[in-house]
C-alpha cells in the first residue's frame, strides 16, 4: 500500500512503487520513479525524472535534483543536496533569465546501500559508489569509491566502511567489520568483499 500524506505534492505522473511512504509537505515532481518500500521525509524534493531504487530514505528536506539516480538501499540524511548544475546563473551575459535550454543538466549517481550524511553536499557530476559512507556536512566534489568513508570539506577518504554501515578494522591483513566479521580484501585503492 502507498501511504500520500494530504499536504505532499505528487505529481500525476510520478510512479510510486508499493510500500512508498511520502511524509508532508514532501514533493515528488513529474517522471520521478521511486521503487519499492522508499520513504520520503518532511518536506523533501525529489525533482523531475528523479530514478531510486527500492527501499530508499530520504530524510526531512533533503533535496535530490535531477537526474539523480538512486539505487537500492540508499540513505540520504536530513537536509542533504545533490546538485545539478556546474556553472549556476540565474541570468545569461545579456541579462536574460535562463531557462532549461541555457544549461546542460549534470546528476550525482548513487549506487547500492550508499549512506550520505545529514547537511552533506554532493556536488555533480559525481557517482558515490555501493555501501559507502558520506560523513555529515561534507561537500563531495570527485567520485567516491565503493565502502569508502568520505568526510571533510572538500571531502576526501578518511577510511573504510563494510555492508552494516561499520567502519571497518584492520586485522591480520584483512580489513574486518566488527559487527559481522566480514572480510574485505584492499587493492589499489580499492575495496571488495574477501
Not at 549556476?88 to 546542460?104: T, V
Request: hydrophobic share 45%.
Amino acid at each position: 500500500m502507498i501511504h500520500v500524506e494530504p499536504s505532499a505534492d505528487v505529481a500525476s505522473d510520478a510512479s510510486l512503487g508499493a510500500g512508498t511512504n511520502i511524509w508532508h509537505l514532501a514533493q515528488v515532481r513529474e517522471n520521478a520513479v521511486l521503487g519499492v518500500e522508499c520513504n520520503v521525509g518532511r518536506g523533501a524534493y525529489i525533482g523531475p525524472g528523479v530514478r531510486l531504487g527500492d527501499r530508499c530514505k530520504i530524510q526531512n528536506y533533503a533535496l535530490v535534483y535531477e537526474p539523480a539516480v538512486l539505487a537500492d538501499g540508499v540513505f540520504i540524511g536530513p537536509a542533504v543536496v545533490l546538485t545539478n548544475d556546474l556553472f549556476p546563473r540565474a541570468i545569461n551575459p545579456d541579462g536574460s533569465l535562463k531557462s532549461g535550454d541555457d544549461w546542460d543538466m549534470v546528476g550525482v549517481s548513487i549506487a547500492t546501500g550508499a549512506s550520505i550524511g545529514a547537511r552533506a553536499v554532493c556536488i555533480a557530476p559525481l557517482r558515490i559508489g555501493k555501501w559507502a559512507t558520506i560523513a555529515a556536512g561534507a561537500v563531495v566534489t570527485k567520485d567516491v569509491p565503493d565502502y569508502a568513508i568520505v568526510a571533510g570539506v572538500p571531502a576526501k577518504q578518511v577510511g573504510w566502511v563494510g555492508e552494516a554501515g561499520h567502519p571497518l578494522a584492520f586485522v591480520d591483513g584483512l580489513w574486518t567489520c566488527p559487527m559481522t566479521n566480514a572480510h574485505y580484501l584492499e587493492s589499489h585503492g580499492r575495496l571488495q568483499p574477501a
